[in-house]
């Protein structure tokens, strides 16, 4: 923790962007608000843009057809029947097939407009079932594949005996480090097999069937690990995630642990951010938590909390609360070390909570893990959450509140939003591109190159681009949350930076772990 | 007398219908030219039978709304003709 870049609570230096050229379109699929019981639609930000101009110009050209109707009773065939001008009749003949013609040309409008709705929605519904039908196929593969991971575990579980005997095992100095470095390695060495949209999927369908495989492996009937999982609060992804968790366990991995925190500099920003590249840029990495507050004389405070990303991989817990660890146990619904001292982090802040009866709005924006901490603040109702901006999230499985502002953004070549499973929630406009269109260079200078910063900064500027008014107006509403204060008379934004740790060394500590294996 | 009296009445009435035909038409005129000049155009990374069934549906609204267009135009232009011979 001697990288202290963000000490002086100012983003950290702006990354080398990836060229949005290399990408794919952005593909939207707008909220379902009200319960989540309307149509889910699915298609590019400009066949959206589209279908909201073709819906537009029909509005336009039905009113033109009624004021058209309007100008025929103003009487000018009327009054032209009993005068000598032959003009004036002449017009109101004209007028007649304009006024045919502009309805010609509604009708028009409305049935393209509808026809291209439908397209839209049929896509979303075909999708929709594709998905379904991959889900029951990996449960399926699951089952059957119980038996051979068993053989296989009882087979590992010598050799896992005598590396923990021999100092071996993960936990164990030295040997984690090279191990991840060999995969850290290969991940390099072949970014085609990862960065790539039916990896990411093969890999969602993965994580969805790890309760039934395990329930497979256990001697379980089909369905029994889930009923057992459900029976303890899980289910879904959240099941094979607490399952990791408590396998995990056994050898020393995914441990939760107390987390402490300090706040490292409280500074001043100039300017709120706006768009959708600049609020990215916000997001910390070391100092993991970034709480600005804005200031308007004449009203209550408003905050922004940035949440950064994954800080070590390591499924051994250290001192990094930012770990594997709280990643699987935030997927699994439990209290990630993260997540705690991220909110540990707004209680210093001072942001009121739904306790207080005179709750503060706050709006989250976080990338990668910060963003699966971002959606469950905003999920948990313990805070007056307007506003969730997340990029790279590994958190479809979380049921968000309706009518919040914002969207979450993933690469559909990045496979860590899979790992949360499928998108289940719809309350939040869903933006997906990906990063490296076929055929396009893919960098090899990372790992999961299309998880990198880089990658979603380059999603951002395309989201900036946005003609669609599905995302232009979400954009423009976080853009308000902070801007309708900071362009007031008087108004102040106070930027304050947090550094946590595991452990209790840092001067705010987490009462409790809050951890538990199931 | 009379008959000029209502004569003028009649013409006066006319006129005032064919300026407020031309006033009313004007805006639905200049609404219609601006969208023949950027008419929707579907998305080029859109392919496939769903993309073609409407790229037809597309070609005939192009279609419609020209003609619309067109009618408009005439329709204020005898306006304004007729308004000028009176």
Known sequence: ?518 | MGDEVHGGDAHDALRRALEHQAAALAPIAARLHTAVAHPPIAPADWYGPASEAYAALEVRLRARVGVAERAAAAALQSTRRALAGL
Do not use: C
């Not at chain 1, 509808?114 to 896509?123: K, P």
């Not at chain 1, 970034?290 to 800080?311: C, K, W």
């Open chain 1, 1 to 518: 923790m001697s990288d202290r870049r963000g000490l002086l609570g100012v983003p950290p230096p702006e990354p080398a962007t990836t060229d949005p050229a290399l990408g794919g379109p952005l593909w939207v699929s707008p909220a379902v608000r009200g319960g989540g019981t309307g149509t889910l639609v699915v298609a590019t930000d400009a066949l959206l843009a589209q279908a909201e101009r073709l819906r537009r110009l029909h509005g336009e050209l039905a009113a033109d057809a009624v004021a058209l109707d309007r100008i025929d009773a103003l009487g000018v065939a009327a009054l032209s029947a009993g005068s000598p001008s032959a003009a004036a009749a002449q017009s109101a003949v004209e007028l007649d097939a304009a006024r045919d013609a502009v309805r010609a040309a509604a009708i028009a409008a409305e049935r393209t407009d509808e026809d291209l709705r439908q397209a839209i929605t049929g896509y979303a519904a075909a999708e929709d079932d594709q998905s379904s039908a991959m889900l029951r196929l990996g449960s399926l593969i699951g089952i059957l594949a119980g038996p051979a991971i068993r053989g296989l575990l009882l087979g590992a579980l010598p050799i896992v005996l005598f590396a923990r005997a021999a100092g071996l095992a993960p936990g164990d100095a030295g040997a984690t480090g090279p191990r991840l470095d060999g995969v850290k390695r290969w991940l390099l060495d072949h970014p085609e097999l990862i960065t790539d949209p039916v990896f990411v999927e093969r890999l969602r369908v993965a994580v969805m069937s790890v309760d039934d495989a395990a329930g497979s492996a256990l001697g379980l009937p089909p369905g029994g690990a889930e009923r057992i999982a459900a029976g303890h609060g899980f289910t879904g992804v959240e099941a094979g995630a607490a399952l990791t968790i408590a396998a995990g366990g056994a050898l020393g991995l995914f441990r939760e642990t107390p987390v402490s925190l300090e706040r490292i500099a409280t500074t001043h920003a100039a300017a709120a951010p706006t768009g959708a590249v600049e609020r990215l840029a916000r997001v910390p990495e070391v100092n993991q938590v970034r709480i600005e507050r804005y200031d308007a004389p004449g009203a209550p405070p408003r905050y922004v909390v940035y949440v950064g990303p994954t800080e070590t991989f390591s499924p051994v817990a250290g001192e990094e609360p930012w770990d594997l660890t709280s990643n699987v146990t935030g997927v699994a619904g439990l209290s990630a070390g993260s997540l705690r001292a991220t909110e540990l982090a707004m209680h210093d802040a001072g942001i009121r909570g739904a306790e207080s009866g005179r709750p503060d709005a706050v709006q989250f924006v976080g990338f990668s893990q910060g963003g699966l901490v971002a959606a469950r603040l905003a999920a948990s109702g313990e805070w007056n959450a307007t506003g969730l901006e997340t990029y790279g999230a590994p958190a479809g499985n979380i049921e968000l509140p309706d009518g919040l502002s914002g969207m979450a953004v993933r690469n559909t070549d990045d496979f860590v939003p899979a790992l949360a499973g499928p998108q289940l929630d719809h309350h939040l406009l869903q933006v997906e591109r990906r990063a490296f269109a076929p055929g396009s260079p893919i960098p090899t200078a990372e790992p999961a190159p299309a998880h990198q910063r880089e990658a979603y900064v380059a999603t951002a500027t395309v989201i900036d681009a946005a003609r669609s008014d599905a995302v232009r107006e979400q954009v423009a509403r976080l853009d308000a949350f902070t801007s309708d204060y900071s362009d007031r008379e008087g108004s102040s934004i106070t930027v304050m930076t947090y550094h946590a740790e595991r452990g209790g060394k840092k001067t705010l500590e987490g009462a409790t772990s809050g951890g538990s294996t199931p």
